[in-house]
């Protein structure tokens, strides 16, 4: 029976399957994989099943010549913790979990728009201070979201899933930047990203993590928007520079800004935080447990299908 390594507890249901088909270990801990365990984790299992944050870079795997590991099954669709070149170079599989949660993410997308145009978390703050006199013509009048111009920054499924959702739900026009075109079931204009933000009440970072997109959304970024947009981020944190927003909020040259994700995740700025006209949500995109079940259902069926030696359902 192959040794796999789960690197943090996964739901009861997930659990109970890996330990019927493998010689399975969890870590008894929620936080990230440092070095030195990625590298024994390298040495001594079979089959790895990581998340987010899991220090699989190059200089674990230049740390074990011959890994006896043969699979990183990620657990997320995201794998930028992970330097797939040099895990293959080292004779790893890598692959993820893609499409179990695109439904989940965009969800969490629509409800940062919404919680950040109509000024929610702001609102929820001053109703439990006690200080909500009784409600009147012009209080807290926030961005009304039907009919607005959305910009999605990455159509790939789940930038695809917003925008279905805005198109159909709000009647919102949408813009989106990508680096090839798309073909979809609803209207959508391909713009070059300076054009895209111009145009756009709303801007939705929905792009991979990793080297090719680091500090994509920056000054630059923020200053080609208009002044009563919203800028919301469900992608990985290190797309945006944090330092940029944070000027861009506070200099008021966009109006406000949704986060899940945060550029050195989970420290958050206490700018940020000061910040009334910013939703902050702790990560949590696909935080259902039928979409986590499914995660960890596909990352498991990666695991079999290297245990048995077929192709591998998910391969990055």
Known sequence: MLKLLISRPLPDRVMADAAARFDMTCRGVTTPMDHAEC??????????????????????????????????????????????????????????????????????????????ARRAGEGERMLRAGDWKGWHPTQMLGLHVSGKTVCIIGMG???????????????????????????????????????????????????????????????????????????????????????????????????????????FEPAVPAELVALENVTLLPHLGTAALEVREAMGRMALENCIALAEGRDLPNAV
Request: overall charge negative; hydrophobic content about 50%.
């Open 157 to 263: 499924r789940i930038g695809q899933a917003i925008a279905r959702r805005c198109h159909f739900g709000f009647g919102s026009r949408i813009v989106y930047a990508n680096r090839s075109p798309k073909s979809v079931d609803f209207p959508a204009e391909q713009m070059a990203l300076p054009a895209a933000l111009a145009a756009a009440d709303i801007v939705v970072l929905a792009t991979p993590g990793g080297a090719d997109t680091r500090h994509l959304m920056g000054a630059e970024a923020f200053a080609a928007m208009q002044p009563h947009a919203i800028f919301v981020n469900i992608s990985r944190g290190d797309v945006v520079d944090e330092a940029a927003l944070v000027a861009a909020l506070q200099g008021g040259r966009i109006a406000g800004a949704g986060l899940d994700v945060y550029e």
């Open 39 to 116: 590298v024994a984790a390298l040495k001594d299992y079979d089959l790895i099943l990581p998340t987010l944050g899991d220090a699989f870079r190059a200089d674990a795997f230049a740390a074990v010549p011959q890994p006896r590991a043969r699979l990183l099954a990620n657990f997320g669709v995201g794998y930028n913790h992970i330097d797939v070149p040099a895990a293959r170079a080292a004779g790893l599989a890598v692959t993820n979990t893609p499409g179990a949660v695109t439904d989940a993410t965009a969800d969490i997308a629509l409800t940062l728009i919404l919680m950040t």
